[in-house]
């Protein structure tokens, strides 16, 4: 699959998924509480999409034969789960923190972000490990310029990440996002002369998102075949915007 360069009207397209998806967001944020359960989030979540005419990119999808189709409308990650939680009977605990990853279709344009919020009061290191990770976001975004390469967003996510002594998730990357809900480029959070590092040129939109670890970098994933957790089951974090390559400033369309 190659890039795909938008014009502008295709970019208000994508912007429309993307609103979708932070005013969704913003509820299910505004939901996140002692007793809560990430099945009660999921079905909140549903209820909004319907409410806009919109459909859920997540459910029913399979990256490869012999995944289950995914469950939920919303990711609910919970700890030390990364990515990928299923929602369900879980409810959540004060001192928790959760990532709520969600994506929505509105007019044939996919939207995707995430983001971690803490239940109640978190444990001060907790704390700081979701301000390393969203100010990794914001270095990563910043880099996200015409005339820059994919490695420029990756290397500011990483050094900065990895200066702080986080680890920065391999397995997972940010994506190209448009008519599907992961395009090229791939777009990692680490450099790796492995991936294709293209140019990044005006038209591209892309997902970044650092997930970033508090102890070691290495994942595994659960029975469902589909929960991610961090392998020595220390917490993680996970920020998610996505933003539009203009000949200046990068476009951010996960804004509300
Ligand atoms: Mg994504
Ligand atoms: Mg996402």
Redesign the pocket.
């Known amino acids: 699959m190659a890039i795909s360069y938008r014009g502008k009207t295709e970019i208000a397209g994508i912007q429309r998924a993307s609103q979708a998806v932070m005013e969704i967001l913003e509820l299910l944020r505004a939901a996140v509480r002692p007793g809560v359960t990430t099945g009660a989030l999921d079905a909140l979540a549903a209820h909004e999409l319907t409410v806009r005419g919109a459909i859920s990119n997540f459910k029913g999808y399979s990256p490869r034969p012999g995944v289950p189709p995914f469950p939920g409308v919303i990711c609910a990650s919970v700890n030390e789960e990364i990515v990928h939680g299923i929602p369900g009977k879980r409810a959540l605990r004060e001192g928790d923190i959760i990532t709520l ?1 969600f ?1 929505a279709i509105v007019d044939g344009w996919h939207g ?3 983001l971690t919020v803490p239940v109640g009061t978190v444990a001060p290191e907790v704390a700081r490990l979701l301000a390393v990770t969203r100010e990794a976001l914001r270095r990563g975004i910043a880099q996200a310029r015409a005339g820059n390469r994919v490695f420029d967003i990756s290397r500011a996510i990483q050094t900065y990440v990895e200066g702080e002594g986080y680890g920065v998730v391999r397995e997972y990357t ?2 190209g ?1 448009g008519r599907a ?2 395009e090229e480029p791939t777009v990692p959070n680490y450099v790796d002369p492995r991936i294709a590092n293209p140019l990044l040129r005006p038209g591209m939109v892309i ?1 970044v ?1 650092p997930m970033v670890t508090a102890g070691g970098a290495a994942t595994r994933e659960l029975r469902d075949h589909w929960t991610v957790v961090t392998a020595d089951g220390r917490p993680a974090a996970h920020f ?1 915007q996505t933003v539009a390559i203009t000949s200046d400033a990068p476009e951010l369309l996960t804004t509300l």
Do not use: F, N, Q, V
């Open positions: 990853d994506g995707d972000s995430a940010g994506h996002i809900l992961h997902c998102e998610e």
